[in-house]
C-alpha cells in the first residue's frame, strides 16, 4: 500500500530536536576528530530481519537536517515489507554527515519498524471481518504523530491524536459526573455538531442506558470478554459503532473480530512494540 506523506515541514521539528539533543553544544566530536572533512562514502541501512517498514521518511529527513547535499535513495517505502539483508536505504555523499545523523535516524527507523510490523500482526488475525485494529494515545511523548503514521503503515488505523480531536467519556469523567445520564445530556447541550462522541461502557446494563438516552455515536465496550461483547454487539444492532479494547492481545484478536465489533483498540501497538533490528553499513 502506498501512503501521502506527511508534509516533511510538520515533522522536522521533533527531528531536528532529536538530533540536537544526540549532536550536544559541540558537534560529533569522535567523527571530526578521526574522519577527513572531504570524505566521501555510500552507506547502506539495512534490514536484519523480516518486517514491516516504517520511518523512512524520517531517516532521510534527519540524514537531510544534518547536510542537505546528501544523496538519500529509498528503496523500500514504509509501509512495504522487508526480508532480512534487504536494503531500506542509500545514503550518499560526506561521511563526517551520515556518522553525525546514522543514531537518530536508526533509533527512529526501528522503534517505527517495530510498531508498523506489531500493528500487521493485529491486522492478519482480523483477516475475513470487516473489524478495524485502531491505536490509542499510548504513545512516547513527542513521538504521537510518527508512532500513529507507523499504525497506518502497517494496516491499521488510527484513534484520536489528541483530547482535542474527539469527545471520548471515560470511566473516570462518569464517575465524576454522576451517570451515564448525566455526560450524555450535558454532551448534548454543549458539544458542537462537529464534535464525534464516543462513550465507554464496561457493562450491559450501562449500554442500555446509553442507547436509551442517546447522543454517542461510538461506544467503547471496555475490558469485556468475548460472550459479553457478542451480546453487546447484538444490542447495538448497527445504531452505532462499536469499540472493544483493555485485555486485547494478538492471541485474542481473532476471537474479539469475530463478535463482530467495528474495532479493536490497542494502546500495546505503540507502547509494547519491540524496536526491529535495523543496521547502517559502510
Not at 553544544?25 to 547502506?44: E, K, L
Not at 455515536?217 to 452505532?240: F, I, K
Not at 485485555?247 to 490497542?266: C, P, Q
Amino acid at each position: 500500500m502506498s501512503f501521502s506523506a506527511v508534509p516533511d515541514l510538520i515533522l522536522e521539528p521533533m527531528i531536528r530536536n532529536a538530533l540536537m539533543e544526540d549532536l550536544g553544544s559541540y558537534g560529533d566530536v569522535t567523527t571530526r576528530a578521526v574522519i577527513p572533512a572531504d570524505t566521501t562514502y555510500d552507506a547502506a541501512l539495512n534490514a536484519r530481519e523480516d518486517a514491516v517498514v516504517s520511518g523512512m521518511q524520517v531517516a532521510r529527513i534527519a540524514f537531510q537536517l544534518v547536510d542537505p547535499a546528501l544523496q538519500i535513495i529509498t528503496h523500500v517505502n514504509d509501509g512495504e515489507p522487508c526480508k532480512k539483508g534487504d536494503r531500506l536505504m542509500t545514503i550518499r555523499g560526506k561521511a563526517s554527515a551520515i556518522l553525525s545523523g546514522e543514531r537518530v535516524a536508526l533509533n527512529y527507523a526501528g522503534r517505527l519498524t517495530g510498531i508498523a510490523t506489531k500493528t500487521a500482526g493485529f491486522v492478519a488475525e482480523t483477516k475475513g471481518t470487516d473489524t478495524r485494529v485502531t491505536c490509542t494515545r499510548k504513545t512516547t511523548p513527542n513521538m504521537r504523530l510518527v508512532e500513529k503514521l507507523a499504525v497506518l503503515h502497517g494496516g491499521g488505523f488510527n484513534h484520536r491524536y489528541s483530547l482535542s480531536d474527539a469527545i471520548l467519556i471515560k470511566d473516570n469523567h462518569i464517575a465524576a459526573a454522576g451517570g451515564v445520564r448525566q455526560v450524555l445530556e450535558a454532551t448534548k447541550a454543549t458539544a458542537s455538531h462537529m464534535m464525534a462522541v464516543e462513550i465507554e461502557v464496561d457493562r450491559l446494563d450501562q449500554l442500555a442506558e446509553v442507547l436509551e438516552v442517546g447522543g454517542a455515536s461510538v461506544v467503547l465496550l471496555d475490558n469485556m470478554d468475548n460472550d459479553t461483547l457478542r451480546e453487546a454487539v447484538a444490542m447495538v444492532d448497527g445504531q452505532m459503532q462499536t469499540e472493544a479494547s483493555g485485555n486485547v492481545t494478538l492471541e485474542r484478536v481473532a476471537s474479539i473480530a469475530a463478535t463482530g465489533v467495528d474495532y479493536i483498540s490497542s494502546g500495546a501497538l505503540t507502547h509494547s512494540a519491540r524496536t526491529v533490528d535495523l543496521g547502517l553499513d559502510f
